[in-house]
């Protein structure tokens, strides 16, 4: 059965959830599965915003056919080739031969390469600057290249003042009953928004800034993400928490501890880290990265303005659940954040030398003099120690 919800009066969310994806991406853990949000514009031409996940398929299909209530679809929007967006492309364009597809001249062999059909024949080219005019209808178009893929365009409907923003302003999670975010749930809502942000779009900040400055020239009052809700009310909210994750500026002053350890150790240097740095009146968090995959300490040394890596040596290297977390700091773009390093061995210890250089290649970040080594267990000699970084990694520049 369809389960359709209008948006405003000519724009229909035809997207779904897919509850029992637990793994986004093949990489993410989502415990509440994902929504793969689609929108149809109806009026005289009817135009659908992007297609959906292969997971949802029938759903969406279905969804599409009952938005449509008989009339014909003239065009579908792609706004990227990604497949949790574009899956289900060919599905819509065999089953509604007379749809046309607005999209980056750029998606054009990205589109042949995924199902091998050119659609050369069916383009109607999205170009930035000449706005798409069909009677009632009139899209203008953005490029926003690398937010995330190269090709993205994010569409304005100028009638109706809706902005589709691709993958952007989106979130983990499925949609619970409402498609529409209710401001007032922010705060529980942002941890997942932050996550999503940073470990799918986060590196390209300075292409999420130009897209911003870009989009400001839009009178909105509808953001339309890709998943995670709509925004109105409050919009205000994503748009600070994204001025935020794209400039790489700390929401909290405090540390985000990285812990990996075998036997819990190096475990409770962490611990006794983070109660240092609260007592010395920052904030802290431990990700044991054991039990936390490393997304969420992608996130946390987002939101932080300091990041220790408290990690154990283990034959030779990193304890391997640390180390796939630094690697994807910095992979993920961490910059212009206060770093330190607490490792611990029992012969020799080179954990923190390999963090050091893992370190070293990310912008505006330095390993503090004050880190230090653990001989396998702490002792009372290293209290001072800790008690001495945790003050120096809230301490103002
Ligand atoms: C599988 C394994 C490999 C280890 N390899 C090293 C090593 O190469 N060099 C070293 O100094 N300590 C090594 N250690 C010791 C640890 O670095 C650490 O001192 C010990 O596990 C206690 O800390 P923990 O309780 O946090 O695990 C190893 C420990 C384990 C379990
Ligand atoms: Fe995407
Ligand atoms: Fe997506």
Not at 76 to 100: F, G, N, R
Not at 161 to 183: H, N, Y
Request: charged residues 20%.
């Amino acid at each position: 059965m369809h389960n359709i919800r209008n948006v405003t009066g000519r724009v229909i969310y035809v997207g779904g959830n897919d509850r029992r994806c637990q793994i986004f991406e093949g990489k993410y853990p989502v415990s509440s599965g994902m929504a793969y949000n689609s929108y149809l514009i109806k009026g005289e031409v009817n135009i659908l915003v992007d297609t959906a996940d292969a997971s949802i398929a029938g759903l969406f299909l279905e969804n599409v056919q009952a938005a449509l209530n008989g009339d014909s679809l003239n065009y579908v929007v792609v706004q990227h080739m990604e497949p949790d967006h574009s899956a289900t492309l060919m599905s819509i364009l065999s089953k509604y031969p007379e749809a046309k597809v607005i999209t980056s001249p750029k998606s054009v062999p990205m589109i042949k390469q995924f199902f091998g059909n050119d659609i050369s024949g069916r383009l109607v080219p999205a170009v930035e600057g000449e706005p798409f005019e069909a009677p009632g209808v009139t899209l203008d178009f953005i490029n926003a290249p690398m937010v995330h893929w190269p090709e993205v365009i994010m569409t304005y409907f100028r009638e109706e003042k809706v902005f589709f923003s691709a993958d952007a302003f989106g979130s983990f999670g499925a949609l619970e009953g409402r498609i529409v975010m209710d401001p007032s749930v922010y705060d529980t809502y942002v941890d997942e928004a932050r996550r999503y942000y940073t470990n799918i779009v986060g590196k390209y900040g300075a292409q999420v800034q130009m897209a911003l400055k870009k989009a400001s020239a839009f009178d909105i009052e509808w953001i339309a993400p890709l998943h995670g809700y709509i925004w109105k009310d409050g919009k205000e909210l994503i748009l600070d928490s994204y001025g935020k994750w794209s400039t790489f500026t700390p929401e909290v002053k405090g540390v985000c501890i990285i812990a990996g350890s075998v036997y819990g150790n190096t475990l409770q240097a962490a611990e006794i880290l983070a109660a240092e740095v609260c007592a010395a009146g920052g904030d802290a968090v431990v990700i044991d990265t054991s039990v936390k995959h490393w997304s969420y300490a992608v996130a946390c040394a987002y939101k932080y303005s300091a990041f220790a890596i408290v990690a154990a040596t283990n034959d030779g290297g990193i304890f391997a659940p640390a180390e796939h977390a630094v690697r994807a700091l910095a992979a993920h773009g961490v910059k212009g954040r206060k770093a330190a390093y607490i490792d611990n061995g029992t012969w020799a210890a080179v954990a923190g030398k390999q963090i050091t250089d893992i370190i070293s290649g990310m912008k505006d970040v330095s390993v503090s003099e004050n880190s230090f080594s653990i001989k396998s267990s702490l002792t009372a000699d290293d209290l001072p120690k800790i008690r001495a970084l945790a003050a120096e990694m809230i301490s103002d520049p």
